[in-house]
């Protein structure tokens, strides 16, 4: 059996794939249209999120078997087709979810005790201890929005910060042990200090915290997103920043990312111009300049050893299928 291979992985995962019996082919270059030409002649699919695996391009897949996708989120694929066509559908949210809870705490610890400027001013011949007084998880709430395997493994992170850790998931219930006490969404907005997502993308949390979101919370409160940056509206972000509602932001993601989650800092005329200044939208640029928020690209859960973690979990369940 084949399988393409149409992101950069780690040898784990093409090692394990060939000790399994496949045949390989690791194409990174040739476009979307030359990727679903010759897709008919693959049994198994790799990727990240270099494209939309969208209806068009599973249809040209007639022989998958599998589709792997080395990650967590699998919103860039047709799920429900390629299931009606019996393509198994392959994830590796266990392989990052330690990176990601780590990701996480270090934003927050980042945040709430200046370290960016605090960093920034004694570089610059600064010394502003007042100034830089920090704040404390331990006493807080934390509120986790989506509980799957990255919003336990946040939970279990927080473990010796002496806070209190709720959750509240939609889709699951009885879940709750020693990492965190299960609650509403209505609890959550009513106690939270800090809130955490760590929600999928979908039709339905598409631009889920807005202002009405926002403000039905009881108290100020600080937030987290390392799941989906278009779960947030920006816009309406910004106006609680400013007003206080939000007292600070930690953004992995944000609203406008590719569908690749490559380099959004290109311009959309292409030629690999940089965007700079006016080309970027408001909101953005009022992220950028506010002391209150930590931004980085995309890369909770990007880590040296969650790339192997990820490589191996994917070789494992496609053991699992017994394809060969």
């Given at each position: 059996?084949?399988?393409?291979?149409?992101?950069?992985?780690?040898?784990?995962?093409?090692?394990?794939?060939?000790?399994?019996?496949?045949?390989?082919?690791?194409?990174?270059?040739?476009?979307?249209?030359?990727?679903?030409?010759?897709?008919?002649?693959?049994?198994?699919?790799?990727?990240?999120?270099?494209?939309?695996?969208?209806?068009?391009?599973?249809?040209?897949?007639?022989?998958?078997?599998?589709?792997?996708?080395?990650?967590?989120?699998?919103?860039?694929?047709?799920?429900?087709?390629?299931?009606?066509?019996?393509?198994?559908?392959?994830?590796?949210?266990?392989?990052?979810?330690?990176?990601?809870?780590?990701?996480?705490?270090?934003?927050?610890?980042?945040?709430?005790?200046?370290?960016?400027?605090?960093?920034?001013?004694?570089?610059?011949?600064?010394?502003?201890?007042?100034?830089?007084?920090?704040?404390?998880?331990?006493?807080?709430?934390?509120?986790?929005?989506?509980?799957?395997?990255?919003?336990?493994?946040?939970?279990?992170?927080?473990?010796?910060?002496?806070?209190?850790?709720?959750?509240?998931?939609?889709?699951?219930?009885?879940?709750?042990?020693?990492?965190?006490?299960?609650?509403?969404?209505?609890?959550?907005?009513?106690?939270?200090?800090?809130?955490?997502?760590?929600?999928?993308?979908?039709?339905?949390?598409?631009?889920?915290?807005?202002?009405?979101?926002?403000?039905?919370?009881?108290?100020?409160?600080?937030?987290?997103?390392?799941?989906?940056?278009?779960?947030?509206?920006t816009a309406d972000l910004v106006d609680a920043l400013k007003s206080g509602k939000v007292l600070g932001a930690c953004l992995d993601v944000l609203e406008y990312e590719k569908?690749?989650?490559?380099?959004?800092?290109?311009?959309?005329?292409?030629g690999g111009a940089r965007r700079v200044g006016v080309d970027l939208p408001a909101a953005f640029q009022y992220l950028i300049e506010a002391e209150n928020v930590i931004l980085?690209?995309?890369?909770?859960?990007?880590?040296?050893?969650?790339?192997?973690?990820?490589?191996?979990?994917?070789?494992?369940?496609?053991?699992?299928?017994?394809?060969?």
């Amino acid at each position: 059996m084949k399988v393409l291979i149409i992101d950069t992985v780690d040898p784990i995962l093409t090692d394990g794939l060939h000790d399994l019996g496949f045949e390989l082919e690791e194409d990174y270059k040739s476009s979307k249209a030359e990727i679903m030409a010759k897709l008919p002649n693959y049994q198994g699919m790799v990727i990240r999120s270099r494209f939309p695996v969208d209806k068009t391009f599973i249809e040209c897949g007639t022989s998958l078997k599998f589709i792997a996708r080395v990650g967590a989120g699998m919103e860039n694929i047709d799920i429900p087709l390629a299931e009606s066509k019996n393509i198994h559908l392959i994830k590796a949210p266990e392989g990052n979810r330690d990176a990601l809870g780590e990701h996480a705490i270090g934003m927050l610890l980042m945040l709430f005790n200046n370290l960016k400027r605090a960093d920034a001013e004694v570089r610059n011949g600064q010394w502003r201890r007042e100034a830089n007084r920090g704040l404390e998880i331990q006493g807080k709430t934390v509120g986790i929005i989506g509980y799957g395997y990255m919003g336990s493994a946040f939970a279990e992170k927080l473990q010796g910060f002496g806070c209190k850790v709720l959750a509240y998931d939609k889709y699951k219930s009885g879940f709750g042990n020693v990492y965190v006490e299960e609650t509403s969404l209505t609890d959550l907005q009513k106690h939270a200090d800090i809130v955490s997502l760590h929600i999928p993308q979908s039709e339905e949390t598409l631009g889920m915290v807005d202002s009405e979101f926002i403000n039905a919370f009881a108290k100020p409160f600080y937030l987290i997103n390392t799941a989906r940056g278009k779960s947030v509206k920006t816009a309406d972000l910004v106006d609680a920043l400013k007003s206080g509602k939000v007292l600070g932001a930690c953004l992995d993601v944000l609203e406008y990312e590719k569908a690749s989650f490559e380099d959004m800092f290109l311009s959309p005329a292409g030629g690999g111009a940089r965007r700079v200044g006016v080309d970027l939208p408001a909101a953005f640029q009022y992220l950028i300049e506010a002391e209150n928020v930590i931004l980085s690209p995309h890369i909770a859960g990007w880590t040296v050893e969650s790339n192997e973690k990820m490589a191996q979990t994917i070789v494992d369940k496609v053991k699992a299928l017994k394809l060969i």
